[in-house]
């Protein structure tokens, strides 16, 4: 939504950096993790996850790194590009369920 | 083509006056949700249902209502509006399978209560 970024910690980058937006989860029951990006207006979409039992997890221009030591999530955008510029969050899943608590989302500005 | 479908996109009401948002889902998924996002609070779940028939709170359940008469259709149920209850609100799906159940996001209803 419009107004979804007030009050988000913001993470402001150039055009072709590569951007780096962390989270920290809760609940070290949790077996699996997403990244979504919300654009202005639309909904939520996914964009990368993993579980558990993995540290790291690459696709197109982005990959996911998992330390389950610190319950840290991270996602790095490569080559970051205007059309990143939206609202990412985290989510995870705790085992067992199918209930997703989400972060309260990072947003990320990139500047021509 | 897989989609979320939410309706209405926009909606404005008065208090007390009862209203429902439709969501239905393509994709055959047993699990299906309510969220409502608010500036800073991020995306808070109302609802959720496993299966036809089978419906549970979620964080912010009070004020409103589901059901699951159907598979593909999860319908949000507001019986009496409250200015509180202006937000933007997500339905989504997805499969029970595990280890992966990515959820899949309806594009939002924006309500505004006055």
Redesign the interface.
Known sequence: ?E??G???PTLSVQEGDNSIINCAYSNSAS??F?W?KQES??????II?I?SNMDKRQGQRVTVLLNKTVKHLSLQIAATQPGDSAVY?C?E?KE?Y???T????TMLLVSP | EAQ?TQNPRYLITVTGKKLTVTCSQNMNHE?M?W?R?D?????R?IY?S?NVEVTDK?DVPEGYKVSRKEKRNFPLILESPSPNQTS?Y?C?S?S?S???????????T?LSVL
């Open positions: 939504g107004n979804v007030l009050h988000l077996d699996y997403i979504y207006g639309k909904g939520p979409q996914f996850d579980r969050f989510a899943r067992g199918s209930t997703l989400f972060g309260k989302g | 979320v699990y949700s969220y996002q500036p800073g609070l991020g995306l779940q959720y496993m979620g933007l997500f989504a997805s029970n595990v280890p992966k159940n990515i959820q899949y996001f309806g594009a939002g924006r």
